[in-house]
């Protein structure tokens, strides 16, 4: 088992092909410290999803070594790796059932206060509890209740109140309103702290929170700077 983790993030000479002969990552090397905040940007294909699928061990690299804390994520159980771990991708994940379910879903021992200030934190209870039941109104799979902005929210509040040492963002390019898109750029903020963190970043805002971005090419890095320099 992982124990539980700082949240060093390290890929050291990472090549990667999921069919052979047709590299999607080629010679990748860098390293995250815990609390950092590291943004991908890169156009379609260039290897972006590719590293999150290594960190989240979806696959094992072809060559070379991904570790969290200097272990081999070979070496770990995909359980214990993946408990640490919060997600929150570009499809955000809702599903039917009540608000409060799926901002508890994968803590399920969280109370009706630990629920409450997790979206709270992230901007989400003043929305919720203008809804029809509040916490208790019932929300469908591909439902319309819920904006694509509101349903970012709700991921966040959920990734938080699980409070996982490494936080995976693959942010969604759907265009949001902007009094939404300020409300998330803040919890955005309030998510990262602390944690070390991987950005799938399109919007600018995001880019800007990140300690290091990271220009992906055609599976390798080519540039590697702050906001202020690239
Ligand atoms: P996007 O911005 O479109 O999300 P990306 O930077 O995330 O792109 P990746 O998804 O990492 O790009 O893809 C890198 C390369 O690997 C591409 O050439 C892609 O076609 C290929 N690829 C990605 N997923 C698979 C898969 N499951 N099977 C085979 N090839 C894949
Ligand atoms: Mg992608």
């Known amino acids: 088992d992982l124990p539980p983790i700082q949240g060093r993030i390290q890929l050291d000479r990472v090549h990667f092909e999921y069919e052979p002969g047709r590299p999607a990552l080629r010679g990748v090397s ?80 969280a109370t009706d206060e630990e629920i409450e200030r997790a979206a709270k934190a992230v901007h989400a209870h003043d929305f919720i509890v203008k809804l029809p039941n509040g916490y208790d109104t019932e929300v469908e799979e591909r439902g319309s209740v819920l904006s694509m902005g509101q349903r970012q929210l709700i991921s966040f509040a959920r990734a938080l109140l699980s409070d996982p040492r490494i936080l995976i963002l693959d942010e969604a390019t759907a265009s949001i309103d902007t009094e939404t898109e300020l409300k998330i750029q803040e919890a955005l903020k309030t998510l990262l702290a602390g944690r070390t963190s991987f950005l799938i970043a399109h919007r600018l805002s995001t880019i800007r929170n990140a300690d290091k971005i990271i220009v992906m090419d055609h599976g390798v890095m080519k540039e590697e700077g702050n906001h202020a320099g690239l």
């Not at 061990?57 to 804390?69: A, H, L, N």
């Not at 272990?71 to 059932?97: A, E, H």
């Open 30 to 109: 860098l390293t995250a410290e815990p609390g950092q905040s590291v943004a991908f940007v890169g156009h379609t294909g260039s290897g972006k999803s590719t590293i999150i699928n290594l960190i989240c061990r979806f696959y094992d690299p072809t060559e070379g070594k991904v570790s969290i804390d200097g272990y081999d994520l070979r070496d770990v159980t995909l359980n214990s790796l993946r408990k640490q771990i919060g997600i929150v991708l570009q499809d955000t994940f809702i599903f039917s059932g009540s608000i409060r379910d799926n901002i508890r879903f994968g803590k399920l021992e």
